[in-house]
């Protein structure tokens, strides 16, 4: 098995990586490796270490034993290896004092191949103007430009920590189908997400993180085989003609919270939500549980 | 080190570098005009051998020690504090803003982004010197006075190398104090409890200007002062490089 591993060129692989991320909690032997070209999904909700693994494949976290190589090399020892990765942190925030323009050109010039052009255009279509300032943007326009500086970076291997974070379900479909678009042109995906949906959608194969390990990882049909649940609040009351939509397998009230279950469908389901008048899709963070359970 | 990372500290210490290059200005243009404009009664040996020897009386005289002395005075004080606030904020500034861990994924190694930063910043405040001292020279010479103005410059390196204190004591404060401001005001403090408590330790810069060696600089310098100075900055830089490499953000 390892043989036919090394065979094919690995951005990333992890062995017996432990680190302790919080008074409590420690990533324990953690092992696994991320193919060349493939969107690899790292699946877990807040505070279960999936920022600390990303952190610590940049070097940002220093593991505690265990190794990393990336490209097959110790990212540590030759730091130019990032020149060919793009990460986006969860917890960067954008400095204020730019213009949207000038703090793409300055955080790009920081990179050797760096498409600005790309970025502008992207964040144009987005409805954010290159003159606008930074400290004048909203969250979510934040996360946008975040993303478009990372993502203008035309490198081999793209690590995102929570990359939809703070985004309207829309842009989150869009973004997704970018890193899509951008795995066929070459590049290797790593993200890290609390929303299956995003697993589901895009990703080749899935690891299933809690509290610090790695439960299984999932090719894509494995996947499409649990079940999923969408949490919105609706500003309405939600009649049962509202939610005759092909794949959903039932829903629940709890106060005013709906909990829809589905098998499959989710694309169709989440669209046709959308489109409900007045109702404003909310997607909740899932209790990790429900899906975890499912993978033991 | 690239010039985006020098663009970059610009930008973020900008405001800081303003101000303190505009009050610079100002006092070499209130020294300059405040130096009373009377032909001197006496020269300088005339006025030793007539017993004044206090080095205030000989001010009234002197244009060039008065502009020397007061000069200092005041790149002491603007100097020192604007290099606690570019030590302080250096990399407390990136933490506390949430922009650091922008700087760690490009590819620059930790080390490269610690004493890059150390080095751009130190520049930029021997840029103010430089600057400040060339306008003082202009008005010298707007006001047809005499110096010797590649002493001035001099000056201006002395304190740079001086700087070097402040600058570290602020950065290394901020590993300790998360609050910026707070660790601001404690490093002045501490930096200026520090000179009042070493009476004449700035001294031989000013001094330089009366220098008989000049321009050779060999028998008329502090050595020893120097080195105390450069290994009690290069002392905290390292201290503070061990937290910044050990540290997780």
Same mark, same amino acid.
């Given at each position: 098995?390892?043989?036919?591993? *090394?065979?094919?060129?690995?951005?990333?692989?992890?062995?017996?990586?432990?680190?302790?991320?919080?008074?409590?909690?420690?990533?324990?032997?953690?092992?696994?490796?991320?193919?060349?070209?493939?969107?690899?999904?790292?699946?877990?909700?807040?505070?279960?270490?999936?920022?600390?693994?990303?952190?610590?494949?940049?070097?940002?976290?220093?593991? *505690?034993?265990?190794?990393?190589?990336?490209?097959?090399?110790?990212?540590?020892?030759?730091?130019?290896?990032?020149?060919?990765?793009?990460?986006?942190?969860? =917890?960067?925030?954008?400095?204020?004092?730019?213009?949207?323009?000038?703090?793409?050109?300055?955080?790009?010039?920081?990179?050797?191949?760096?498409?600005? =052009? +790309?970025?502008?255009?992207?964040?144009?279509?987005?409805?954010?103007?290159?003159? +606008?300032?930074?400290?004048?943007?909203?969250?979510?326009?934040?996360?946008?430009?975040?993303?478009?500086?990372?993502?203008?970076?035309?490198?081999?291997?793209?690590?995102?920590?929570?990359?939809?974070?703070?985004?309207?379900?829309?842009?989150?479909?869009?973004?997704?189908?970018?890193?899509?678009?951008?795995?066929?042109?070459?590049?290797?995906?790593?993200?890290?997400?609390?929303?299956?949906?995003?697993?589901?959608?895009?990703?080749?194969?899935?690891?299933?993180?809690?509290?610090?390990?790695?439960?299984?990882?999932?090719?894509?049909?494995?996947?499409?085989?649990?079940?999923?649940?969408?949490?919105?609040?609706?500003?309405?009351?939600?009649?049962?003609?509202?939610?005759?939509?092909?794949?959903?397998?039932? +829903?629940?009230?709890?106060?005013?919270?709906?909990?829809?279950?589905?098998?499959?469908?989710?694309? *169709?389901?989440?669209?046709?939500?959308?489109?409900?008048?007045?109702?404003?899709?909310?997607?909740?963070?899932?209790?990790?549980?429900?899906?975890?359970?499912?993978?033991? | 080190?690239?010039?985006?990372?020098?663009?970059?500290? @610009?930008?973020?210490?900008?405001?800081?570098?303003?101000?303190?290059?505009?009050?610079?200005?100002?006092?070499?243009?209130?020294?300059? !005009?405040?130096?009373?404009?009377?032909?001197?009664?006496?020269?300088?040996?005339?006025?030793?051998?007539?017993?004044?020897?206090?080095?205030?009386?000989?001010?009234?005289?002197?244009?060039?020690?008065?502009?020397?002395?007061?000069?200092?005075?005041?790149?002491?004080?603007?100097?020192?504090?604007?290099?606690?606030?570019?030590?302080?904020?250096?990399?407390?500034?990136?933490?506390?803003?949430?922009?650091?861990?922008?700087? /760690?994924?490009?590819?620059?190694?930790?080390?490269?982004? @610690?004493?890059?930063?150390?080095? &751009?910043?130190?520049?930029?405040?021997? /840029?103010?010197? &430089?600057?400040?001292?060339?306008?003082?020279?202009?008005?010298?010479?707007?006001?047809?006075?005499? &110096?010797?103005?590649?002493?001035?410059? /001099?000056?201006?390196?002395?304190?740079?190398?001086?700087?070097? !204190?402040?600058?570290? !004591?602020?950065? $290394? $404060?901020?590993? #300790?104090?998360?609050?910026?401001?707070?660790?601001?005001?404690?490093?002045?403090?501490? @930096? @200026? $409890?520090?000179?009042?408590?070493?009476?004449?330790?700035?001294?031989?810069?000013?001094?330089?200007?009366?220098?008989?060696? #000049?321009?050779?600089?060999?028998?008329? $310098?502090?050595?020893?002062? &120097?080195?105390?100075?450069?290994?009690?900055?290069?002392?905290?830089?390292? !201290?503070?490089?061990?937290?910044?490499?050990?540290?997780?953000?």
């Amino acid at each position: 098995m390892r043989g036919k591993e *090394e065979e094919r060129r690995v951005p990333v692989r992890i062995t017996g990586l432990s680190k302790r991320y919080a008074a409590d909690r420690k990533i324990s032997s953690l092992s696994f490796a991320v193919y060349q070209q493939e969107i690899f999904c790292l699946l877990g909700s807040q505070g279960s270490g999936t920022g600390a693994v990303l952190k610590m494949l940049l070097d940002i976290v220093h593991p *505690e034993s265990g190794k990393i190589e990336i490209f097959g090399e110790n990212i540590a020892r030759n730091p130019r290896l990032k020149d060919r990765i793009s990460y986006l942190s969860r =917890d960067y925030q954008l400095p204020d004092g730019y213009s949207v323009e000038q703090l793409i050109t300055m955080t790009g010039s920081f990179f050797s191949q760096v498409d600005l =052009d +790309w970025a502008l255009d992207f964040l144009n279509a987005q409805g954010i103007k290159s003159d +606008w300032k930074i400290n004048r943007l909203s969250r979510e326009k934040r996360q946008l430009v975040k993303l478009a500086q990372v993502l203008s970076n035309q490198s081999d291997l793209i690590i995102l920590d929570r990359p939809t974070a703070g985004l309207e379900l829309a842009r989150q479909n869009q973004i997704l189908l970018l890193l899509k678009e951008l795995r066929d042109r070459g590049a290797t995906v790593m993200f890290s997400s609390s929303q299956p949906f995003e697993a589901r959608k895009i990703a080749d194969r899935t690891g299933f993180f809690h509290q610090g390990s790695l439960l299984a990882v999932r090719g894509k049909e494995e996947l499409a085989e649990f079940p999923g649940k969408i949490i919105f609040v609706p500003q309405f009351d939600i009649r049962d003609e509202h939610l005759t939509i092909p794949g959903i397998t039932g +829903w629940t009230r709890e106060n005013d919270r709906f909990i829809i279950h589905y098998q499959a469908n989710e694309d *169709e389901i989440i669209k046709k939500l959308s489109s409900l008048p007045n109702l404003l899709l909310k997607l909740e963070q899932p209790d990790p549980g429900d899906y975890i359970s499912g993978v033991k | 080190m690239n010039v985006s990372f020098l663009r970059k500290e @610009f930008k973020a210490n900008c405001w800081k570098i303003y101000l303190i290059l505009a009050f610079l200005i100002i006092s070499a243009v209130l020294l300059v !005009l405040r130096f009373p404009r009377f032909p001197p009664l006496l020269e300088q040996q005339d006025l030793v051998r007539l017993g004044v020897e206090n080095q205030e009386k000989l001010e009234i005289y002197e244009f060039a020690l008065y502009l020397a002395n007061h000069w200092i005075n005041r790149l002491f004080y603007a100097g020192s504090i604007l290099a606690v606030l570019l030590g302080v904020d250096a990399l407390a500034r990136e933490i506390e803003e949430g922009t650091l861990p922008f700087l /760690l994924s490009t590819p620059q190694s930790r080390q490269r982004i @610690f004493f890059g930063k150390t080095l &751009i910043n130190l520049s930029l405040l021997g /840029l103010v010197i &430089i600057i400040s001292t060339l306008w003082l020279g202009g008005v010298v010479i707007l006001q047809n006075y005499d &110096i010797y103005f590649l002493r001035f410059l /001099l000056l201006g390196f002395w304190f740079f190398i001086f700087a070097a !204190l402040p600058y570290s !004591l602020g950065l $290394l $404060l901020s590993f #300790f104090i998360s609050d910026r401001v707070k660790a601001g005001i404690i490093a002045v403090a501490i @930096f @200026f $409890l520090f000179n009042f408590l070493t009476p004449g330790s700035l001294a031989w810069i000013s001094e330089y200007y009366l220098s008989a060696y #000049f321009p050779a600089i060999e028998g008329s $310098l502090p050595y020893l002062k &120097i080195a105390v100075i450069l290994a009690a900055a290069a002392l905290m830089q390292l !201290l503070s490089w061990r937290f910044f490499s050990k540290r997780e953000f």
